[in-house]
């Protein structure tokens, strides 16, 4: 590579890092405004530890492109915690450094690595919770009033909110939700559509006089050293709620690391991200500001804006900070009812869309474990309803594999058959492979053989063999999915050997058949190889 080329390369690749710094920025604005008037910390906190977490963590963190701030299920356990400390800033900062120190030395050990073998349905009935909690809990504030502690006091009270209700923060927040979820996509790709509602209603709101609740008082001052409880006893007491937020800062950084490395086909070190997000989220408590972790909605829109590194990472502060100086006393005058109309589309965008589309068609013990967690989201705790959905996962797993468990005769693999296989790739030179998947494809092995598809080089033909009978559970179809869409994007054509009547109709319902094409799935592997070399002949 010339000179010339190395320093376009470069230009473009800081070019992408500055688009994707802006767009993140414009996206994490009014969400770090509502996440920390949500929380009970103020929307100051809440656009400091933006700013704060993001820059720190960018800094320190992996090469790859992370933007860090407060999310929806780290600002749902924070307001829970603050209302069990009676709004008690010292002691809320007391829990969120001892959770940062734990984040930190979770870094030091193996647990980033187990984030994977975290079941799907599990992490999806809690998206689900979480997502649902936000719109329940935004329905006070969307009417005029002050948001309730839980979901079951909102549900208990609504008919008594809306008998009272501010029929002008109900018309600006009708307004809000409107521009949220109508504005066209293409608009929303070049203006995110929750800065324009927040602009436009701000400023509506202003032109007609309405009286409603405002955020009224926002500081623009770089904030100043608050310091925790220092005595063993609060930091003992602290200690569950410090534990519950440590998990959630970790789980959903480790799940933003995962997707990040799908997006840009990369491979970052998952003790280094966890690290740096509890070395912010120090610096964040000690400040006063609100923490969070690597978030997922604003680290994909860094990304389609052609982020590549963690450059983008500090642009995006280094904008929040002049957004902040600049607009301090727009900001100021921000109806609560707005804001409330912006939490709730993000709460809908939290809620897995995805799974629900393939519902009817997913294995009973993936809906218990899904229902269970969601459940108890939603009504009770969040971590208990991860710990009790990875259990009954394991619980559900295990009596499928003592089921199924039974002597059987079986002949040995056709040896014939390996010899061609290996014929097969030396004499194409590697152009057409084969791979078996033995044994049950299930959420503890689908992630783990995700990895060994990440590079196929020089191979145009892919014949995936699985041979068993076990139905694929929704982990195991996604997975599947991934493998699909990362081979093809190395333009590898992918051949289907399934011999299960079930397993093939289940691939069909999930349209993992189609997306391969029909014509590239086969009975038998002989079949199999016959299709790829006519192909190549063909070529």
Same mark, same amino acid.
């Given at each position: ?18 688009? !994707? ?86 870094? @030091? ?72 979820? @109508? ?94 997000? !509890? ?10 500001? @609100? ?13 389609? $804006? ?63 474990? @899904? ?49 061609? +296989?290996?014929?097969?790739? +030396? ?11 033995? !044994? ?26 699985? +041979? ?10 996604? $997975? ?44 038998? +592997? ?14």
């Amino acid at each position: 590579m010339t000179l010339a080329e190395t320093l376009q390369n470069k230009i473009k690749i800081l070019t992408g890092d500055i688009f !994707g710094g802006i767009n993140s920025a414009i996206i994490t604005l009014p969400q770090a405004l509502a996440f920390g008037v949500a929380t009970g910390f103020g929307a100051g906190a809440g656009i400091w530890g933006a700013i704060i977490l993001c820059f720190v963590a960018g800094m320190l963190g992996p090469r790859i492109p992370i933007i860090s701030g407060t999310t929806g299920p780290v600002a749902i356990v924070v307001a829970s915690m603050m209302l069990a400390l009676n709004n008690n800033i010292q002691a809320a900062v007391t829990v969120l450094l001892t959770a940062a120190l734990l984040q930190l030395l979770a870094s @030091l050990t193996n647990l980033p690595n187990m984030v994977k073998y975290v079941p799907y349905p599990v992490i999806s009935g809690f998206m689900n919770g979480v997502g649902i909690i936000i719109i329940i809990l935004q329905l006070n504030p969307l009417i005029g009033h002050k948001a309730m502690p839980s979901t079951i006091a909102t549900i208990t009270n609504i008919n008594e909110s809306i008998h009272s209700l501010n029929h002008s923060a109900l018309f600006i927040g009708l307004i809000t939700l409107a521009i949220v979820f @109508l504005t066209p996509k293409v608009i929303n790709k070049i203006v995110p559509s929750q800065i324009i509602a927040l602009i436009f209603c701000t400023w509506l709101s202003l032109k007609l006089g309405l009286n409603v609740e405002k955020i009224n008082e926002i500081s623009v001052s770089f904030p100043t050293l608050v310091a925790p409880y220092f005595d063993l006893s609060h930091v003992i007491e602290y200690l569950p709620y410090a534990f519950t937020i440590a998990i959630v800062f970790s789980a959903e950084s480790m799940l933003t690391g995962l997707v990040t490395d799908s997006l840009t086909k990369t491979r970052h070190n998952p003790k280094l991200l966890l690290a740096a997000q !509890g070395i912010g989220n120090m610096i964040c408590s000690l400040t006063g500001s @609100l923490g969070g972790t690597a978030a997922t909605m604003r680290t994909v829109a860094a990304i389609n $804006a052609g982020a590549t590194t963690k450059i983008c990472a500090i642009i995006n502060p280094l904008l929040l900070i002049v957004l902040l100086f600049k607009c301090s006393n727009f900001v100021a005058e921000i109806p609560l009812a707005v804001l409330a109309g912006i939490l709730i589309k993000i709460g809908y965008d939290i809620i897995d869309v995805k799974l629900l589309k393939v519902l009817k068609y997913a294995p009973k013990d993936d809906l218990y474990v @899904l229902f269970l967690v969601f459940l108890l989201t939603v009504f009770y705790n969040l971590i208990f309803a991860v710990g009790a959905g990875i259990t009954l996962s394991a619980l559900l797993y295990a009596k499928r594999v003592a089921d199924k468990a039974k002597l059987v005769h079986k002949s040995v693999y056709d040896k014939d058959i390996m010899d061609m +296989e290996k014929h097969l790739e +030396e004499d194409y030179k590697h152009k057409i492979r084969v791979v078996h998947i033995s !044994g049950q494809f299930f959420f503890g092995s689908a992630t783990q053989l995700i990895s060994k598809f990440e590079d196929m080089l020089g191979t145009q033909y892919l014949i995936l063999n699985y +041979e068993a009978d076990d139905l694929l559970d929704i982990s195991a179809i996604f $997975a599947l999915e991934d493998i699909i869409l990362r081979l093809q994007s190395q333009e590898v054509e992918i051949i289907l050997v399934i011999k299960s009547e079930n397993v093939l109709k289940q691939l069909q319902d999930h349209k993992i058949v189609a997306q391969i094409g029909e014509k590239q799935v086969f009975f038998t +592997e002989l079949m199999a190889i016959d299709y790829a070399k006519d192909q190549l002949k063909n070529l």
